[in-house]
């Protein structure tokens, strides 16, 4: 399964078609999709992966929406998702500013590092949160 689709002008991989739908259907905007796999699901094989941007091999993605970040391992028969309301994220923040593609979400005392393929993915994503944090007050 390869190549992707548009859903609401963001193009969308095949094998994140059922979820993004599952969203449009609830009222959710796509903002932004990035392959990135969370720190504390992955292996150091699975890191490894990441940090060298080896898009051929992408485990899971950054969905963020307008009213949600999802965080995605799309499956053969389900994805596996897991949600966190933008207005509970309190910070983001980068790890080691750079250096590996890392990125750091606050949601009150807990955080969880999120490794981006691409950098650029995690500089749109970081803008994104601080604009809405800082812009609309949320």
Known sequence: MTGTIELGGI??????NRTAK???AAGEKLVQIA????????SQQMLA???????DKVLGYLVTT????HF?????AWDSVQTVPLDVINDVVYENEFHNNTLKIKVGERAEKIIFYDDMDGIKFYQYIKH???CSGR
């Open 11 to 16: 193009e969308v991989p095949k094998k994140l």
């Open 22 to 24: 599952k969203l449009a």
């Open 35 to 42: 392959p990135a796999i969370l720190e504390s699901k992955a």
């Open 49 to 55: 992966i990441a940090r060298m941007g080896m898009l």
């Open 66 to 69: 307008d009213k949600n970040v």
């Open 72 to 76: 995605v391992r799309p499956g053969i």
């Open 132 to 134: 809405i944090k800082f």
